[in-house]
């Protein structure tokens, strides 16, 4: 387990580690404990989005719904409060039931109907935006459009307990329970099988259908959280919410070292990948570098990263093809 | 959605009255347009402010909605003023199109001291609580165009629900008070949309109860795909007597379209923003108005209020009652484009 | 010897649309017997297995085990009713570790879809020391040759307690030492009461290892033998016809001529490659076939392919018709006149998705174009005219090459090299995978080429088909060559000695 | 995996419509959209359909190339933009030289393709990283040089007449992607480059063993790319007389949905210009039709997911052969 789901991402922390160290000591700012709030609060739930985009990415899919995913729960969460009236303890679960719904139909329509991953989640994405915008209250009843959920249970996520949002946790909790299904329980095997060889792991009696849909559904799930993260700091939810995000989700897994072939990476590193991309753009800021400067900057740090990568990937092949001439 | 305007709701002139403090910042802006405003704790402190520069050196950041003329002229306004001013570290982040990199950016500068923010929120409820939180560190928050629920220091607009009133009246003069409408529109999710569209139905509801809008089709905002949509529309309804393109870049995809068709003469376009590609198809009588405002004036305005808010010893915290400064607009047409200065036009 | 029955399958058919892929075949398998299936490729063989894995489900018949009816279609049921298989292709996840793969997709779990580790670990060390594999649990499986993948999935398969072992050509890509491995295996296996079905097109193997012998042609079986009944030649007549059955003994030792026309065509010197093999002295003469044998791992190919430019070499000279080259890429390669056939078509051979014409035409697009544009008239006479020289089945230049029997894709592959009319042809395992049949058509176009005055090297692990084609033979071991034999001076024995090391 | 079960009638039946049920769709969506709006049919909707989807189509035809050796492109929008603004720009410092304006924003695209197909081809990166990467990266170089106004273009006449001239009733970026069209058919099955580009895709270490130039023509396919986007960056900035650098945002999804529902597979290997031109109409029609019938929205954006996931559940289904 340690092998495959190689947890530590050395290279990867050295990156961030070395990132930060620079923010800090360029921007005085940059290393206050009002920042470190700043970088947990306003990335938890992106790290959260990318530990969801790791299973169908181990799977060797794509998710690309998970914007509009988020909107959807996060609209259903206004509607059940602001219309309808009800406590948060059922809108929460609602949304949450309803974001896991919508990935499970991601998982059937690539299960059962055979589509590409990123063609079904393109037609859903569209799909469920559209969903979004027929629900929405704010478009319905125009008046109660302002006005700001206030339950103390939906806006949680927006407190801290010291310098730490409670958002954080949640992520920490998510990416707990999504680390030891991967690492502990035969569930989290077989997905590695079928990233690795779908064929071999149908053949072996794996229930390939079922680990597709479960693993779409959890994605959902983690957009549903991620939105009612966002919903608790806005205390309001917008037909836009999540536009856009699903490239910032892959990119972070895909920085955290997860393949886009299936079958390698773990949800430790996607986590990292989501912070680094919020330091950067945070640190960027801070150091008060030009606005329009900053995407390039991101861009080249990503294109570095995977350079990197690759050249750590073929100097481990080379070691081993060493080790195999010397011990034939 | 609905605003509450105080003092001035009702008025449709384009031209308002002024309080006195503000005409002190406009003039130091170098301008001579003139502004509205509601709101006590301003106008009190202003006039001392102005004559006091410090040297010290403050950094005041503008977080746009995403990168547009409009907020691109509004920077210029506020650059221009704090160019004069000399000791205003000023910075533009952009903010993606996205509520939570708002929020998130939102954040940073706060934790970063900054003297003042101007914020063109993506949502008005959506940033409320960064605005709160803004307040807290007794930073003042100056929202361009779309307001913010939380009370903040002030808040520049040009009303795009009363403009938008008067497009649907302009419009509907123009087309004898009947026939048919279709609105050009974005999607879905950004407050401005929504002000301007339920202005335009209220306009022609109120003024116009002959027309009727038989189509509402979104566009993105961009001229390309308005194009695409307006040329669709045409040829289910070739008697389309009207259009609203709800910014001025759909508004002229319709334009493009009906110039190729060569039926110009009888639809009657509007659009809204009043960019200066929109101001100068006016002039060759295609588009037949928009909502004009001076948006460098709008800048520099802001940059002014800002300006007292930092160094007037003015907290935070005193903002019980919000600064409300509404911009004159023009409902530009044929005949009143001319009014428009080349210096005003953006 | 044999129990009680396992498995019966009944009148099992398939059809593909309109193909019919099984036809009506029944089979029984017994607890401690080897059961042989054969037949050329294409004859249904897999199809069958197929549907014994539970991979797919059969149009007509059924299946029994244990005396109950199953459900086909469903391999968790095929696997838990005791059936597993060794397929010939890699059925492992190339990312996880060996301990995972050896208990894929059945990992031991306590309760909750908890994997149970330990038990797991217990397990495996059993299973590896009982079977006496060496393996390290925790290596990588990418990161593991072929050899020792293969072993893996062999543990794979007997860790399941199998009561019924389907192996798909287990031997087709281990060498002689591990062959022997798996024959003492199989043994124990059917010592246990385990039954077996044994798919192989090498017959030495069949009369060692098998009690029973399927043999299906066209989708039905046409006979059901005791091993102990037949000879080799009844048994070849039965499943490729008499005339192929009667060449194929008749070739093996006409017309050999060691050293050709005595033009050197290709001399290499001292070649070397860090880490892989180096001092590797041969020339090959335009009109012989050069064999190399020896192990998997003895690094054969990659000393064929440093030879023929698709990887570098660090020292030593090549030297084609007296002039020394340095190929850097296999175009420089066919530049000069030679061509390659890897060993794995699937992987480094064929583009699977493309048609037969497309492949053909593949190495050989400046004969077929001016200025890089297609001259379709031209295509279609190189294509026509290779399949009918090649007898590629079904004639058709646009069939997708996926839909081809193993031989038939095999014969496009080398019908793509004939293409540029090589002067040198280097033939990694030209027959692996390939039917009898299909096997005996490949020589005789390798003979062909040879009386055109080709220099042809063939690298091969089958000894019986190194000593059918040959005239000299080369052995490595260990990246180092150990000699070089005229072929009619040797005898199969001593060259696996060789081979061997002993 | 389960395989239908159809006597040997239907069997023939679906064989028949496996692999041409793009087209049937197609015009089974034509007929459902006539029989409710009649204007459907009407030339001049028709004319405009075509007119719509050229610029999407533009970049769908380069895309395809991409996507056919198993890569992908996620940068066309910013190129597409920023090859407008260099159009601009372009045009206002020569004084009006249409031909030195094309000139150099098709260089610029092609530097850029290059760029990329290099990071890909050579480097051996992952293209949706590169891309992603590049994405970015050219979003915020068009920002840093053209600023995010909206420069307008008002002439010459010549430089207008890409996007909005009509030549006997047809518009003239109806010409320009009928011809992008022709180009790349041609590319695809005259050319050596066309064949090498599939052999790429199904299998790119026999294409190396078989000779083939792989590098050079897995980069080439990202320079043809960015050309496409660079032809819809000037085609664009003519037909709305403006170049912004944020224009095309998002628009890469539009491109790489029509390749993909053209049939042509994200794995590579397989997959064909025509097909992805249908794939172009069957989204053009839809978002045509749709608009036409005055469908709200929220309505438009869930019969656009049904539909590409009908279109695309039927014609992926494996009719005949189990894999």
């Known amino acids: 387990m340690i092998r495959t789901a190689r947890l530590p991402n050395r290279e990867l922390i050295i990156v961030f580690v070395v990132t930060i160290a620079v923010f800090c000591w360029l921007s005085g700012s940059f290393r206050t404990t009002g920042n470190l709030e700043n970088v947990l609060i306003g990335f938890s739930h992106t790290a959260i989005l990318a530990v969801g985009q790791s299973l169908p990415l181990l799977l060797g899919g794509i998710d690309l719904s998970v914007g509009s995913i988020m909107a959807l729960a996060g609209m259903a969460a206004f509607d059940a409060y602001i219309v309808l009236g009800l406590p948060g303890w059922i809108v929460l679960p609602g949304a949450l039931v309803l974001a896991t719904l919508a990935g499970a139909v991601n998982g059937v329509l690539i299960a059962k109907l055979k589509l590409q991953p990123f063609i079904a989640t393109l037609a859903t994405m569209a799909a469920y935006r559209g969903l979004t915008y027929a629900i929405s209250g704010r478009q319905i009843w125009p008046e109660i459009a302002t006005r700001p959920i206030t339950d103390p249970l939906i806006v949680a996520f927006d407190d801290y307990v010291g310098h730490v949002p409670y958002a954080f946790f949640l992520l920490l909790i998510v990416f707990a329970v999504v680390q030891l299904l991967l690492g502990v329980t035969k569930f989290g095997r077989d997905l590695y099988t079928i990233g690795g060889n779908v064929e071999a792991a149908r053949l072996c009696g794996i229930n390939v259908d079922r680990a597709v849909i479960i693993s779409y559904s959890i994605s959902g799930l983690c957009a549903g959280f991620a939105a009612l993260v966002l919903v608790s700091r806005m205390t309001t939810s917008t037909e836009s919410l999540g536009i856009g995000i699903e490239m910032s989700a892959i990119a972070a897994a895909i920085i955290g070292g997860v393949s886009l072939q299936g079958g390698i990476g773990n949800v430790f590193g996607p986590v990292i990948g989501a912070f680094l991309l919020g330091v950067v753009l945070i640190g960027l800021n801070l150091v008060g570098i030009p606005t329009y400067a900053q995407p390039v900057l991101t861009g080249l740090i990503l294109l570095g990263a995977v350079w990197y990568d690759r050249l750590l990937v073929q100097r481990r092949a080379r070691a081993i093809l060493a080790k195999q001439a010397a011990n034939p | ?346 | ?502 | 995996m389960t395989t239908a079960h159809f006597s040997p009638r239907a069997n023939a039946v679906l064989a028949f419509f496996s692999g041409r049920l793009l087209p049937v769709t197609l015009v089974a969506i034509c007929v459902i959209f006539a029989l409710i709006e009649p204007a459907f049919l009407s030339p001049e909707n028709l004319i405009g359909i075509v007119h719509q989807v050229s610029i999407i189509g533009i970049m769908a035809v380069g895309m395809t190339f991409v996507i056919m050796t198993g890569g992908i492109d996620l940068s066309v929008g910013p190129v597409m933009a920023f090859a407008g603004v260099c159009a601009a720009y372009t045009l206002e410092a020569s004084g009006g030289n249409v031909g030195l304006a094309a000139l150099a924003a098709l260089t610029l695209a092609i530097s850029i393709g290059l760029f990329q197909g290099l990071c890909v081809a050579v480097l051996g990166l992952p293209s949706l990283v590169v891309t992603l990467a590049g994405m970015s990266i050219v979003r915020g170089t068009a920002l840093l040089t053209g600023g995010p106004d909206l420069h307008l273009i008002r002439g010459p006449e010549s430089f207008l007449f890409i996007g909005s001239g009509q030549i006997s009733g047809v518009p003239f970026s109806v010409f320009v992607f009928a011809a992008m069209i022709a180009v790349a058919i041609f590319l695809q099955y005259r050319t050596v480059f066309g064949l090498t580009v599939l052999a790429v895709g199904d299998n790119e270490r026999a294409a190396y063993l078989s000779g083939r130039r792989v590098r050079v023509v897995k980069a080439a396919t990202y320079v043809l790319c960015s050309f496409g986007a660079g032809v819809a960056g000037i085609v664009l900035a003519s037909q709305v007389h403006t170049a912004a650098s944020t224009y095309g945002a998002g628009i890469e999804l539009d491109v790489i949905a029509s390749v993909v529902i053209g049939g042509t597979s994200l794995m590579g290997g397989t997959g064909s210009v025509p097909r992805t031109v249908a794939g172009v109409f069957l989204i053009g029609i839809m978002n045509n039709g749709l608009a036409l019938m005055n469908v709200p929205i929220e309505m438009q954006l869930i019969a656009k997911g049904l539909i590409i996931v009908l279109a695309l559940a039927l014609a992926d289904r494996p009719w005949q052969f189990s894999r």
């Not at chain 3, 091993?227 to 490729?240: E, G, H, V």
């Not at chain 3, 002067?423 to 003979?447: H, M, N, S």
């Open chain 3, 1 to 502: 010897m044999t129990g009680a029955p396992l498995l019966r399958a009944r009148g099992l058919g398939k059809t593909f649309g309109t193909l019919v892929a099984l036809a009506d075949a029944s089979v029984e398998i017994r607890a401690g017997e080897v059961r042989s299936l054969v037949g050329a490729n294409g004859a249904g063989k897999s199809t069958l297995i197929k549907i014994l894995t539970g991979a797919i489900r059969p149009t007509t018949g059924e299946v029994e085990i244990g005396g109950e009816i199953v459900e086909t279609g469903r391999p968790a049921e095929m696997l838990a009713r005791g059936v597993a298989c060794i397929y010939q292709h890699s059925n492992l996840a190339p990312a996880m570790s060996v301990l995972d793969n050896i208990f894929l997709g059945r990992q031991p779990t306590r309760g909750l879809g908890l994997l149970d580790r330990p038990r797991q670990r217990r397990e495996a060390e059993a299973l590896i020391a009982r079977y006496e594999i060496d393996l390290d649990l925790d290596a990588t499986v990418a990161d593991l040759p072929t050899v020792k993948q293969k072993e893996v999935e062999i543990a794979k398969a007997l860790s399941l307690d199998a009561k019924i072992l389907l192996m798909d050509e287990p031997t087709a890509w281990l060498a002689h030492e591990e062959v022997a491995n798996l024959f003492r295996t199989i043994r124990t296996l059917k010592r246990n009461g385990v039954g077996i079905v044994y798919i192989s097109h090498i017959l030495d193997e069949i009369f060692e290892v098998c009690d029973t012998v399927t043999v299906l042609r066209d989708g039905r079986v046409v006979a059901d033998w005791n091993i102990a009944d037949i000879t080799r030649q009844q048994l070849l007549q039965k499943f490729i016809g008499e005339r192929l059955a009667a060449d194929a003994g008749a070739h093996a030792r006409r017309s050999r001529s060691a050293r050709g026309t005595g033009t050197v065509k290709l001399a290499v010197n001292h070649l070397g490659r860090k880490g892989l093999f180096e001092g590797i002295d041969f020339e090959v003469y335009a009109g012989e076939i050069f064999c190399i044998t020896g192990l998997i791992g003895s690094k054969r190919t990659e000393l064929v392919r440093s030879i023929f430019g698709a990887d570098r070499f660090d020292s030593g000279t090549i030297v084609i018709d007296g002039t020394e080259v340095r190929p850097r890429n296999p175009a420089d390669g066919i530049g000069r006149g030679v061509g390659f056939v890897p060993e794995d078509r699937h992987r480094d051979g064929l583009m699977l998705k493309m048609s037969v014409e497309q492949n053909l035409i593949m190495s050989a697009l400046g004969d077929v174009t001016d200025w890089g544009l297609m001259r379709r008239s031209r295509i279609a006479d190189m294509s026509r005219a290779a399949i009918a020289d090649l007898n590629i089945l079904p004639p058709e230049p646009h069939k997708e090459v996926a839909k081809l029997s193993g031989g038939n894709q095999q014969k496009v592959l080398i019908g793509k090299w004939l293409q540029i009319h090589p002067d040198i042809l280097l033939l990694d395992e030209p027959t692996v995978g390939v039917d009898v049949g299909a096997k005996a058509e490949i020589y005789t176009i390798l003979r062909k080429l040879k009386a055109e005055g080709r220099a042809i090297l063939v690298v091969s692990s089958d000894m019986e088909e190194v000593m059918t084609i040959a005239d000299r033979i080369m052995v490595m071991r260990s990246g180092r060559m150990v000699g070089i034999w005229d072929a009619d001076a040797v005898t199969q024995q001593e060259i696996v000695a060789y081979v061997g090391g002993e």
């Open chain 2, 1 to 346: 959605m609905s605003k509450k305007i105080p003092a001035h709701e009702g008025t449709t002139g384009t031209r308002r009255q002024i309080l006195g403090g503000f005409s002190l910042m406009a003039l130091a802006a170098g301008a001579a347009a003139t502004g509205a405003v509601g709101g006590v704790a301003l106008t009190a402190s202003s006039g001392p402010a102005m004559a006091a520069p410090s040297t010290k050196r403050r950094k005041m950041v503008f977080i746009q909605h995403q990168p547009h003329t409009v907020s691109t002229a509004w920077s210029e306004g506020l650059a221009e003023v704090f160019k004069v001013q000399g000791n205003i570290d000023y910075q533009l982040l952009d903010g993606q199109n996205k509520a939570d990199v708002q929020i998130s950016l939102m954040d940073t500068v706060i934790n970063d001291k900054v003297a003042a923010i101007f914020l063109q929120p993506a949502d008005s409820v959506a940033l409320a609580p960064s605005v709160k939180k803004a307040a807290r560190a007794g930073i003042p928050v100056i929202t361009l165009n779309i307001d913010a629920t939380a009370p903040h220091a002030a808040h520049i607009e040009m009303s795009h629900y009363l403009g938008a009133i008067e497009i649907a009246k302009a419009m509907g003069d123009k087309m004898g008070g009947q026939g048919k409408v279709v609105i050009i529109n974005a999607p879905p999710g950004q407050t401005v949309r929504d002000a301007r569209t339920n202005g335009f139905m209220e306009g022609l509801k109120r003024h116009h109860p002959g027309i009727k809008v038989i189509a509402d089709q979104v566009a993105d905002w961009d001229r390309k795909k308005a194009q695409d949509v307006f040329s669709t529309l045409l040829a289910a309804n070739p008697d389309i007597g009207g259009v609203y393109g709800v910014n001025d870049s759909m508004a002229l995809g319709a334009v493009d379209v009906a110039k190729t068709k060569g039926i110009i003469d009888k639809v009657v376009i509007f659009g809204n923003d009043g960019e200066k590609d929109a101001l100068e198809s006016i002039e060759r009588g295609e588009l037949a108005g928009t909502q004009f405002t001076d948006v460098f004036q709008q800048g520099r305005f802001a940059a002014a209020v800002a300006t007292v808010l930092a160094t007037g010893g003015v907290p935070a915290t005193a903002f019980a009652e919000q600064g409300y400064l509404l911009m004159p607009y023009v409902i530009a047409t044929k005949e009143t484009v001319a009014s428009i200065q080349p210096s005003q036009r953006w």
